[in-house]
Nanobody, 122 residues
Framework: RVQLVESGVGSVQPGGSLRLSCAAA????????MGWFRHARGKGREYVAGVWTAGGKIYYADSVKGRFSISQDNAKNTVYLQMNSLRPEDGATYYC???????????????WGQGTQVTVSS
């Protein structure tokens, strides 16, 4: 079983930057996909970014392409989400997720972090 611990809660002004971290521990064999989701009040959950830790394949939602960057430190079993040029609509609770890759090239996210709040306002 995998456990995820997030860090990086913050509040920034529009145009600012934040970095979220997600440290994983446990059975990493079952977590070769790691990603970030967000859930804003009144909106559905959005898959923001994901990385296949073995092959390096990366996914970004259209809403964050060019502004967010996901990276990994395999030695630390940690995934980062660097968020630049933040907008008010990026404000949400961000969740780290992990799970195995699927035969069709997707990720089956099964383990979730506790969530970390990101606020973007002036």
């Amino acid at each position: 079983r995998v456990q995820l611990v997030e860090s990086g809660v913050g509040s920034v002004q529009p145009g600012g930057s934040l970095r979220l971290s997600c440290a994983a521990a446990g059975d990493m064999y079952s977590a070769n996909c790691m990603g970030w989701f967000r859930h804003a009040r009144g909106k559905g959950r959005e898959y923001v970014a994901g990385v296949w830790t073995a092959g390096g394949k990366i996914y970004y939602a259209d809403s964050v392409k060019g502004r967010f960057s996901i990276s990994q430190d395999n030695a630390k079993n940690t995934v980062y989400l660097q968020m630049n040029s933040l907008r008010p609509e990026d404000g949400a609770t961000y969740y780290c997720a992990a799970g195995p890759s699927t035969p069709d090239g997707n990720c089956a996210f099964r383990t979730w972090g506790q969530g970390t709040q990101v606020t973007v306002s002036s």
